[in-house]
C-alpha cells in the first residue's frame, strides 16, 4: 500500500517522537553506567556523557568485596528464585481449582478473592499479623505472605477457562484425576502466561526495598533493594570507602574511587541481573497476558 506525503510526515514526525521518548528513558541508565566505569576524580569534572573517559573497573571491585552487598545480593536472588517458583505454582493450582465449572460455591469465593483486590487492613494490621505468625527477622516473610496473587489467579483462571474442554474430558475418560490433569494437560498448554506472570512476579520481588524496612532489623536479612535505598541516602557509602584498605586506600587517596562513582556502580549491579531476564521472556508479554485477559 502507498503512502501519501501526508501519511510519511505523519510517520516520520510519530518515529521522530518516539526516539526522543526513547532517548530520554534510556540515557540515564545509560550515563549512571558510564559514571561506574569512569574513575572518580575524572567524573568530578563534569561533562561526562556517552563513555567513560578514563576507564576503571575499581568501583565494582570495592561493590563486590563489600560483604554486606553480596550477602543482600545473595537474599534478593534466594528470595526471587524462591518467591516466584511458589508463587507462580501455588497461584496457578488455586486458579485451575476456581477453574473447575463443578466446583460448589465457585461464585461466592470469587467474590471473597475480589474484595481483598480493593480492600485491606492497612499497615499496622498487617505488622501485627506478621509479627503474631512469628516472621519477623525471617527470611520467609518475603515469600510467605504474598505467596498467593489473586490478580494472577484471575489472569490464571481466564486462561484455563479458555482452553478447550475436550483436553479435560478425554483425560478423564482415561481416568485421571485432577491433579494428573493439572500436571499433565494444563501446565504444559500454559506456557506463555506462565512466563509472563513469572516475570512480573520476579520484578516485583527483585525492586521490593519496602518490606524490608518493616519486618527486618537484622543487616543480614536485607535485598539488594533496601541497601540500595540506603546508599541513596547515604548512610553506608560513607562506611564502604571508610573501610577499604590496601590499593584500593591509595586509589581513594588519589580520588579514583568517590562516593557517586561508588553508588552508580551499586546502582547497575542491583538493575542488571533483572534486566538480562526480559530479553528471554519478551515474546510471551503479549500473548501471555493478553491470552489470559480476554479470552472467555
Avoid at 526471587?80 to 493450582?93: D, E, K, N, R, Y
Wanted: aromatic share 14%; net charge positive.
Amino acid at each position: 500500500m502507498k503512502l501519501s506525503l501526508e501519511d510519511k510526515i505523519l510517520q516520520g514526525v510519530i518515529y521522530f517522537l518516539l526516539l526522543i521518548m526513547a532517548f530520554v528513558m534510556v540515557y540515564p541508565y545509560w550515563n549512571s553506567l558510564v559514571i561506574s566505569f569512569n574513575v572518580g576524580q575524572d567524573t568530578m569534572l563534569g561533562g561526562l556523557t556517552f563513555w567513560p573517559r578514563q576507564f576503571t573497573l575499581e568501583n565494582y571491585r570495592i561493590v563486590f568485596q563489600d560483604k554486606r552487598l553480596m550477602d543482600a545480593f545473595f537474599i534478593s536472588v534466594a528470595r526471587t528464585v524462591i518467591g516466584t517458583l511458589l508463587s507462580v505454582f501455588l497461584t496457578a493450582m488455586f486458579a485451575y481449582g476456581m477453574s473447575v465449572k463443578g466446583l460448589i460455591g465457585r461464585k461466592y469465593y470469587m467474590i471473597f478473592c475480589i474484595v481483598t483486590l480493593y480492600f485491606g487492613g492497612g499497615l499496622i494490621p498487617y505488622f501485627l499479623l506478621i509479627r503474631g505468625l512469628g516472621l519477623m527477622n525471617s527470611f520467609w516473610v518475603y515469600i510467605i505472605p504474598g505467596i498467593i496473587s489473586v490478580w494472577n489467579m484471575i489472569i490464571f483462571r481466564t486462561f484455563f477457562m479458555g482452553l478447550p474442554t475436550g483436553l479435560e474430558e478425554s483425560a478423564k475418560i482415561d481416568g485421571a484425576n485432577y491433579f494428573s490433569i493439572f500436571f499433565r494437560i494444563i501446565l504444559p498448554v500454559s506456557g506463555p502466561v506462565i512466563a509472563t506472570l513469572s516475570l512480573f512476579t520476579a520484578v516485583s520481588h527483585w525492586n521490593d526495598w519496602f518490606s524490608a524496612t518493616i519486618f527486618i532489623t537484622k543487616s543480614n536479612l536485607l535485598p539488594i533493594q533496601t541497601v540500595l535505598q540506603q546508599i541513596l541516602k547515604s548512610n553506608i557509602v560513607s562506611e564502604q570507602l571508610s573501610q577499604i584498605s590496601g590499593a584500593a586506600q591509595e586509589q581513594l587517596s588519589k580520588k579514583t574511587i568517590t562516593a557517586k562513582s561508588l553508588t552508580m556502580a551499586t546502582m547497575m549491579v542491583t538493575t542488571i541481573p533483572i534486566m538480562m531476564v526480559y530479553p528471554f521472556l519478551q515474546k510471551y508479554f503479549v500473548k501471555g497476558v493478553m491470552v489470559g485477559s480476554l479470552k472467555e
